[in-house]
């Protein structure tokens, strides 16, 4: 295998060009398949952090009374898909609103009585799943004694809609960018496979198996792939610390923005299918060539 | 020179054959490049195959090492029959031959050791061997000075002379040598066919394709076969 490698290696520096600009296209092309993926990692983690990871508020009819509870209790277990329920009385939401407006409370002292409604808090089984929690709040809102229930369909829904749209194109462009990676790859083994035909020719002629004409060109393949798919994670990786140390001195002090890189596995995964994607260029090309 | 000559005859017993034509066939298109050849070629023998230009010199060493699958007949190489060796067989018959073509067919961007050594490569031999071997018979084709030099930056002659210690660093049974002496001048001719004499004498099976007989007759004693139009029209063995 020594030898194999040493023989890739040799031949990637007699082209150098030509292999340099392969491992350039590959790395762009990880560099926006990697771009979506932080997208959506960061995008997922943001969903569950503001939909409180899966909570929800019943919000109680004016004539429901502490007796009802037990039973009101019993029917929302009874639906299933809940893992946590919690009774906040109107006195200690009134409690919890004043002490979060701080000194601006004067106001409540001229009310007659507590405006707020007693409350439930529920923690749901599912939770990153919008049309199965829509689902579950609807059958909650069904209920007795239930006025409201508020999860963040509002913003969520929206929000959730254009991330769909974002995640089909993510995909779709993605790919494309792949397959313009394996295009290029497959491309230059081509190139390279014809300008080293009377190499081969005399290999052949000298009794070389296959496997051992081959291999080069698969080593070649995979180190292509290979260190396309670490220079576009590092690009990218010089991209988002620029970026984020921008946005968390802009916006950190307004909004909690938990941006993070993309995790050890996330990029284990994207160098093992870059890798891939060099072997399956070279794979396609030869198979071409030596039919 | 007693040139005993025979026609369409085998001078030797075909039981203990290194190579065997029955009646083989090479047709491109229309043309005929072999017709109904046959011969027998017994190990160690020294074989020309002589003939004018087209007469199927190249087309019968192309189809021994099955560069070409004949049209009609068979081969056998050491009783194997060529018709029947599988894609995956052909390297390890191939490894059997070594080859010297006119146009030397060295890889221009290695060296002259990496050239030769490439037929121990593909055998799998250990670097160590590779390179001991090799030095071996660089220095037994006086090349071994110029082992680190490119093919394109050497003479003809050397070219040869690096072409003749490719075939036989790996000990082949059978030198197939197609105009080996083609490009060369007299000189240069002589010293490859030296290599090739000294190589034979060692017991291997040698091939010649060449249209000029008389230096070949001058230096070497062997069977001469020779070609026309496809056909094998006479064999003399000179002595």
């Known amino acids: 295998m020594t030898r194999y490698i040493t023989k890739a290696l040799a031949d990637i520096r007699s082209n150098r060009f030509l292999n340099l600009i392969t491992i350039v296209t590959i790395s762009l092309s990880i560099l926006v398949v990697s771009l979506f993926l932080l997208f959506f990692e960061n995008a997922n983690r943001l969903i569950e952090g503001w939909n409180q990871g899966g909570r929800a508020m019943i919000y109680l009819e004016p004539a429901f009374s502490q007796e009802m509870l037990p039973d009101l209790k019993a029917r929302i277990q009874g639906l299933g898909e809940v893992e946590e329920m919690r009774f906040i009385p109107k006195s200690r939401a009134l409690e919890k609103l004043k002490d979060e407006m701080g000194s601006h409370t004067g106001f409540f002292d001229t009310l007659q009585h507590n405006p707020l409604p007693h409350a439930l808090e529920i923690r749901m089984k599912t939770r990153g799943d919008y049309a199965q929690v829509a689902a579950f709040a609807k059958k909650i809102t069904a209920l007795e004694m239930v006025e409201s229930v508020e999860y963040g369909q509002g913003w969520l829904a929206k929000f959730l809609q254009i991330f769909t749209l974002f995640r089909i194109t993510g995909y779709a462009m993605c790919g494309l960018f792949l397959l313009i990676a394996l295009f290029i790859t497959a491309n230059t083994v081509r190139l390279a496979f014809y300008s080293r035909r009377l190499e081969i020719e005399i290999m052949r002629l000298v009794g070389a198996t296959e496997g051992f004409i081959k291999t080069p060109f698969y080593v070649e393949g995979l180190l292509q792939g290979f260190f396309g798919g670490i220079l576009g994670l590092l690009i990218l990786m010089a991209a988002f610390l620029t970026i984020s140390s921008g946005i968390s001195g802009n916006l950190g002090a307004y909004v909690y923005l938990d941006i993070r890189f993309l995790s050890i596995k996330a990029m284990g995964l994207i160098i093992l299918a870059s890798t891939f994607l060099g072997w399956f260029g070279c794979y396609l090309s030869l198979r071409q060539m030596l039919q | 020179m007693n040139n005993d000559e025979t026609i369409h005859m085998n001078l030797y017993s075909s039981k203990n054959s290194i190579i065997r034509l029955f009646n083989v066939t090479k047709r491109y298109g229309a043309k005929l490049a072999l017709n109904n050849v046959s011969v027998d070629i017994q190990p160690g023998e020294f074989i020309f195959i002589s003939g004018p230009s087209g007469a199927g010199k190249s087309t019968l060493l192309r189809v021994l090492y099955l560069a070409e699958k004949v049209s009609e007949g068979q081969i056998l190489i050491n009783g194997m029959n060529l018709a029947r060796i599988s894609a995956s067989k052909l390297p390890l018959l191939r490894r059997r031959f070594g080859m010297v073509f006119q146009d030397f ?135």
Do not use: C, W
């Not at chain 2, 680190?148 to 790996?170: C, K």
């Not at chain 2, 099976?205 to 060449?210: K, W």
């Open chain 2, 105 to 239: 067919k060295l890889i221009p961007g290695r060296t002259v050791f990496e050239n030769v050594a490439l037929v121990l490569e593909v055998a799998g031999e250990k670097p160590s061997y590779i390179r001991k071997k090799v030095m071996h018979v660089l220095r037994t084709t006086g090349m071994d000075k110029k082992a680190n030099a490119l093919p394109p930056t050497l003479s003809g002659g050397e070219q040869q002379r690096v072409a003749v210690a490719r075939a036989v660093v790996g000990d082949p049974d059978i030198i197939l040598a197609d105009e080996p002496t083609g490009s060369l001048d007299h000189a240069s001719a002589m010293l490859v066919l030296d290599f090739l004499m000294a190589y034979h004498k060692k017991g291997a099976t040698i091939l010649v394709a060449s249209h000029n007989l008389h230096l070949l007759e001058s230096m070497v004693r062997g069977r001469n076969i020779v070609l026309e139009q496809g056909e094998l029209v006479k064999t003399s063995t000179m002595l």
